[in-house]
Each structure stands twice: as structure tokens, then as C-alpha cells.
């Protein structure tokens, strides 16, 4: 897309996304050795040619990140992580036309990539870590996505809701309400779901029929992609079709993601996704 105001941000890409029919595509880019999905890893150099190839494949923003959040993971400190995404972040907001997004739930992470050219911040936990609020009223987008607790280490030990759309919304709801308190803009906003994040299969399942419903606190992005959950869909709880064998499952999220109105899909797999949408867009 062309250049932007960075404070129009959020309210172009909605416009882009209408003028397309489907949802914008976000593409993932894990400088990290251990994101759940290989083909999403890449070293530095390598990162950045990731990025570039998903731009070229579709992709209306492309997300950096370098601390995985599977379940399960280990944290990294905010000095390594930055050391992942900062050189990424810089050489690809350098080299395209479409917004560079870092994935960090860490402040000094967050500035620095703000500084380096990110102009969306995606945060798994919501802006809840230590000077979040303040680092993400910078950004003139920003993704607030909903996890159970505090951490991807503990977010899959039995997660349980009482109902766990209504809980989503609440959560959501609180956070919209922080950040714009910390002063940050309403049209700035997005929310996640967090499918993934501390639910079961029943939950994202649940949360995928909800979306609509998601959608009046805020534009939506969703991340399905190659998750674990579309692996027992396909497959079993016990015996889940590995990573590797989940794009159909994928698509078939994006699309059901389309048919409810969300603004945005973050996925591995661009031009496939892309396709699908189009497809899908051709025939809604």
C-alpha cells in the first residue's frame, strides 16, 4: 500500500481491507530457532528475505518476531530479542511498501523496533508487561490479543472458562479500555482472540463461531494458522496431524475468519491464503 500518515494507519488498512472484499493477509517471519512451524524460522539475513518473499506473495503486513510463544516456550530477556528482531524490523520497513509489524510483549523491545520502523506492535499478552502501555501509545496500530494468564510456559496446564467467549470479550474489553486511558487512540486498536493461547480444541472452536460477535469492541485479527488445534481437528486429540499437514485446516480458519468480517488473518502460508481469499471473496 502506499505511504501512509502513521496516525491514519489502522483506519487505511480497514479501507484497504473493504476495497479488497477479504480480509487483509499478515505474514509471519520467527527469527527464532524454536517457533512451532520450521518453514516460519529464519536467522537474520535469511529473516529478512522471508519478509520480502511474503510481501511479494500478498502479504499486507508482515510480522517480525524473536521469542516464541508456543505453548510451552521459555522466555527470552528483552536483550536477546531485541538482537533477533531489531536488524529485521529495520531493512525490511526500509525495503517495503507495506507495514512491518514487530511481535513483542517487552517495552524496550517495542521502542526500539518503533524506532527501527515497525509501525504496528503485536502483543500476545495485551500490553500487560512492564511499561507496555506507555511504549504502545507510539505505534499507530496496535494488536492486543487475549491469553490465558501470564505465560506461554503455563497457558496450556487446563485452561477453563465458564464461558469463554463472553470472558474473551470482557478481557478485551479492559484492555481497549487501558490503552486508550494511556492515551492511546481508539482507531489504533485491534483485537485477538489468542486461539492457542491457554483454550482447548472446544474453545477455539467456540472462539471461530464468535467472531462476529468479537468484532463490535474492535477490527479482528485472527491467528489460526497451522495451530495445533487444527491438527486434532483433522486428526485426534492423541494422534494431531503435525504442523506440516495443516494448511487445508488453515485456509478453511481464514476463510470462516472472512465469512464473519474480521479485518486481518495472520498466517504462514501467503499465497495460498491469498487465493483462498480472493476465492472466497469472488463467491460471498
Not at 520467527?30 to 535469511?46: K, L, Q
Not at 483485537?191 to 474492535?218: Q, Y
Not at 475468519?257 to 491464503?273: E, F, N, S, Y
Amino acid at each position: 500500500m502506499p505511504a501512509t500518515p502513521t496516525a491514519e494507519l489502522g483506519p487505511a488498512l480497514l479501507q484497504r481491507r473493504r476495497r479488497l472484499g477479504r480480509p487483509l493477509v499478515m505474514g509471519i517471519v520467527n527469527v527464532t530457532a524454536d517457533s512451532f512451524f520450521a518453514p516460519s524460522r529464519a536467522a537474520s539475513e535469511d529473516a529478512v528475505a522471508l519478509g520480502l518473499r511474503l510481501a511479494e506473495e500478498g502479504a499486507d503486513l508482515v510480522d517480525v518476531g524473536g521469542e516464541s510463544t508456543r505453548p510451552g516456550s521459555a522466555p527470552v530477556s528483552a536483550e536477546v530479542e531485541a538482537g533477533r528482531v531489531l536488524p529485521v524490523v529495520s531493512e525490511l520497513a526500509r525495503r517495503l511498501s507495506v507495514p512491518v509489524s514487530v511481535d513483542t510483549s517487552k517495552a524496550e523491545t517495542a521502542r526500539r523496533a518503533h524506532d527501527a520502523g515497525a509501525r504496528v506492535l503485536n502483543d500476545v499478552l495485551a500490553l500487560r508487561g512492564p511499561g507496555m502501555l506507555d511504549a504502545a501509545v507510539r505505534f499507530p496500530l496496535v494488536v492486543l490479543m487475549h491469553m490465558l494468564g501470564e505465560s506461554p510456559k503455563t497457558m496450556q496446564e487446563q485452561p477453563r472458562y465458564t464461558d469463554v467467549s463472553e470472558e474473551v470479550q470482557a478481557f478485551l474489553a479492559g484492555r481497549l479500555e487501558a490503552f486508550r486511558a494511556a492515551g492511546g487512540e481508539a482507531s489504533a486498536a485491534w483485537v485477538d482472540p489468542g486461539l492457542g493461547f491457554g483454550k482447548t480444541v472446544a474453545h477455539n472452536i467456540e472462539l471461530m463461531r464468535g467472531l462476529s460477535d468479537l468484532a463490535g469492541l474492535a477490527p479482528v485479527l485472527v491467528g489460526a494458522s497451522r495451530k495445533s488445534f487444527l491438527g486434532k481437528i483433522l486428526g485426534s486429540e492423541e494422534a494431531p496431524l503435525p504442523a506440516e499437514d495443516r494448511l487445508e485446516a488453515s485456509l478453511a480458519a481464514a476463510c470462516r475468519a472472512a465469512q464473519a468480517g474480521v479485518a486481518c488473518v495472520r498466517v504462514h502460508d501467503v499465497r495460498a491464503t491469498v487465493r483462498a481469499l480472493d476465492a472466497w471473496g469472488r463467491m460471498a
